[in-house]
Structures are given as C-alpha cells and as structure tokens.
C-alpha cells in the first residue's frame, strides 16, 4: 500500500491542525458519485449507518483477486473531515487489488493519528467506513 503508507507517513508527522487542514484538502478532492449509482442513493441504498454524516459507499471489488477495488461514495459537503477521510481512503486505494484491499489496518484511524483529531463519534463512523471496505474486498 505504498500510496497510502505514503499518507500515513505524513500525517503522523503533522500537528493536529495541519492533520485537519489536509483532510479539509482532500474533502474537495471527493470524485463525484458516478451516474450509475444515482437511483441507489435516492433510494438510501449502501449507507453507511455506524456514521452520523449520512455516508454512502459502493465497494466495486471485481471480479478476481488481481482486479482492482474501486471505491465510490457521497458524502455532504457540510461534513468536511467526513468526506476528506472517505477522498483519503479513495486515493490511497486508487489502483490496489482486493488482498491488498482487505489488509487495510484496522487500526488505520490511530495510525494517522485521527483519534485525538475528529472526536469520539467520528471515529466510530469512520471505523465503521474502513471496516465496510475490507469486508467488500474480503478482509
């Protein structure tokens, strides 16, 4: 995972106010929902419900173990550090095959250093985020 790995590095070095300014960064860096994922939305279909920012997320884990996961979501724009940390894990997971997918740290919050940035409930919500993913690609 170096792309991610990379990420990790860099906010583990930041202080608490430049580990937010990047997640507000990355927040308008969110790729829209694609199209084809419209009418699930409208519907309320692959939210995720640990999270109090109304989050949904598509997990496309592929077909076989070299394919690579492709992650979409919508996230509110008046949720900034929500929709930064889901930007995050999408480009930091750009490219990465289902395995590599499913080894995605469990403890990824505390390894960025999020924790003592985001608050309690976030973390949760967020957990909740890392923990979908890893479970779409097998994890």
């Not at 920012?53 to 394919?67: C, H, I, M, N």
């Not at 929500?82 to 995605?104: K, S």
Request: proline share 6%; charged share 25%; glycine share 8%.
């Amino acid at each position: 995972m170096p792309r991610l790995d990379t990420i990790v590095r860099r906010f583990q070095q930041a202080d608490r106010d430049t580990r937010l300014e990047t997640l507000l960064d990355y927040s308008r860096k969110l790729p829209p929902l694609p199209e084809r994922y419209a009418d699930a939305r409208a519907a309320g279909l692959n939210r995720v419900h640990e999270c109090q920012t109304p989050v949904f997320l598509w997990v496309d884990a592929g077909e076989r173990d070299g394919d690579p996961v492709e992650i979409h979501a919508d996230v509110p724009r008046e949720s900034p550090t929500v929709r930064g940390f889901v930007a995050l894990l999408i480009h930091g997971l750009q490219g990465m095959t289902r395995a590599e997918v499913a080894t995605l740290p469990v403890d990824l919050l505390d390894q960025l250093r999020l924790g003592e940035t985001i608050g309690m409930n976030r973390t949760q919500g967020l957990s909740a985020i890392v923990g979908r993913i890893r479970r779409a690609a097998g994890g």
